[in-house]
């Protein structure tokens, strides 16, 4: 495709349910990468592919967040029993390599009643 | 024009004007920069970037300065349209990886 793609684009759940989030990256981009936007913020970092390994998962809140990328391309971001405080936007993005450009898709909507 | 010494998260300028949003960073080991615009509902896009080997780069209306002496980075738009209302935000990276985003500046065009 011609740019980073993301389903659902908004997604509804119940506290304590599980939900799965998919990024399809631009074609070639081995680099992938998982951020999370509260109202108001600026995204922050969640986890980081360089092709089928989970490279830094640093940012995952706690683990309740898994992410896979196993054929090193489509990725899903995994959180297991929903909280209301996982309520945010869920950006996905790629590049060719690390240390260039970042290419954001336009995000799923989570909320968490 | 109008400019910015600080950070203010919100700037109001008229069609027409240039406009300048600025942003400090926090990394001073941090070697990329990149600017980001992002509309309501939408994800950040792309607009320019910057490596620290470099303080000026320049695109169509916009020029990115980098000042690594203060750490600070800022944003030109020329000749401000309606369109380019919307939210920006500077981003470091530091040996690739996770980008770091500064607190967003929200542009309102008026014509």
């Known amino acids: 495709g011609a740019g980073v793609s993301q389903t659902p684009s908004n997604k509804v759940t119940e506290k304590g349910k599980y939900v799965e989030l998919r990024c399809d990256p631009i074609?070639?981009?081995?680099?992938l990468y998982w951020y999370r936007q509260s109202l108001g913020q600026g995204p922050e970092f969640l986890i980081y592919?360089?092709?089928?390994?989970?490279?830094?998962d640093s940012g995952l809140p706690n683990d309740r967040f898994f992410a896979v990328r196993p054929e090193g391309s489509v990725s899903t971001l995994k959180i297991q029993r929903t909280e209301r405080g996982d309520s945010a936007v869920y950006l996905c993005?790629?590049?060719?390599?690390?240390?260039?450009?970042?290419?954001f898709g336009p995000g799923t909507r989570l909320l968490v009643l | 024009g109008e400019s910015v010494g600080l950070h203010l998260p919100t700037l109001s300028v008229q069609e027409g004007d240039n406009s300048i949003i600025n942003c400090a960073y926090s990394n001073s080991a941090s070697d990329y920069f990149i600017w980001y615009k992002q509309e309501s509902g939408k994800g950040p896009q792309f607009i320019i970037d910057i490596r620290s080997n470099m303080d000026k780069r320049q695109g169509q209306r916009v020029t990115v300065l980098l000042n690594k002496t203060v750490k600070h980075l800022s944003l030109q738009i020329a000749a401000t349209q309606p369109g380019d209302s919307a939210v920006y935000f500077c981003?470091?990276?530091?040996?690739?990886?996770?980008?770091?985003f500064g607190k967003g500046t929200t542009l309102s065009v008026s014509s």
């Open positions: 074609s070639g981009h081995t680099a």
């Open positions: 993005a790629s590049s060719s390599g690390t240390s260039e450009t970042q290419y």
């Open positions: 981003a470091e990276n530091n040996a690739g990886t996770a980008l770091i």
């Open positions: 592919f360089q092709g089928t390994g989970a490279a830094d």
